[in-house]
Every structure is written in structure tokens, then in C-alpha cells.
């Protein structure tokens, strides 16, 4: 594990993910199931031209998005708090020397990862009466394990004024081996895709 130290949605951290397949986006390459995503070729283009312009394309961004990521200062705060620890926030975190692919976590801990989310409130109601891992985010939460090499992760789901939901995740090892060899076909073609534009 490669670990950037950043802030992140800082110049760095955007440069450091250029053309990067970022664990946020894992599910535009697999499946829950491990199957390639029916995203798969969108997402392609979009960080083979990110390569070929040398700069990460601006992404769309609502008020619910803009909240959350707001509220993310926080919603870890209560974490720390509701289990005594220090989150570690770091910028971007490659699996290796390679760069190939990663992620950025809300945060890490000794030898685990977090992701947190802040919802609308009738999102967040639904996810603690679920009281499971959304599916909407295993590829992003399996893909984080595979990355830093964890067995663990935890999910939390934070609203102010609300009980927060807080799991702990454990590593799908049959998940990360799909999910491995997809990222290295998926990234064999990466790269004859930029070869080509760069031809043209």
C-alpha cells in the first residue's frame, strides 16, 4: 500500500487520480458479482481522454453532494468519538508501486479503512432500518480491502440529530479476486485505448 499524503479534492489529489480507477467508481468496471458493468466502456473513455488531456475532468456535483461532503468533518468526529479512536485522513492510496489503481477512504485505522456517508435524511432512515452494507457502495468498500490490503472496513452512515449506522465490513477474498483480474483487463485496455488517441 502507497499512501498519498494529501488533502483530498486538493490540485494533488487531483493529479495523483488521473486516469486512475478509483474505488468510488469500481462498480462502473464489476458488478456485485463480479461481472463487468454495463458503465464499463463509459468510464474508460472518460480516463483514457483524462490521460491523453493531462488533467482530471471536472465531475457533476448537486446539493445533496456538496452537504455531504461538508458534513464529512463531522460525521468523523462522532466516529472517533463513539469508538475512542483517531481516523487517519489521508489523500489518495495506491495498492502498490505500480499506481495501476486505488481509492480514497474517509479515513484509516490501525488495520482497517472507513468510508462514511452523509445522506438525506429519508436515505439515511432507510439505511438503518436496512442495518446492512448498501449495496450501492461493495465494489467501493471490497475495493478499498483490496486495495490496502485490510480484512476490514467500516461503513457509516451519519444525518445530525439521527442515530448513526456504523458496520463493520469484513474482505470478500472470491469479490477481490474477481474484482483484481477485471481491474487488470480493464486497465490492459486503458492503455491501448490511450495509445491509439495519442496516434491520432
Known sequence: MIIMECEQLSPEWFAAKVGI????????IVTSKGEPS??????????????????KVETYTNAAMQRGTELEPEARQAFEFIHDVQVRKVGFVFQ?????WGASPDGLLENAGLEMKCPLLHTHVGYLLDNKLPTDYFQQVQGGMLITGFNQWHFMSYYPGMPPLILKVDRNEGFCEKLKAELDIFCDEL?????????L
Open 96 to 100: 502498490d508501486e505500480q499506481k495501476r
Open 38 to 55: 454495463k458503465s464499463r466502456q463509459k468510464y474508460l473513455y472518460q480516463l483514457a481522454g483524462e490521460i491523453v488531456l493531462g488533467s
Open 21 to 28: 480507477p478509483s474505488a468510488a467508481s469500481f462498480d462502473q
Open 191 to 199: 492503455a491501448v485505448i490511450v495509445n491509439k488517441l495519442k496516434a
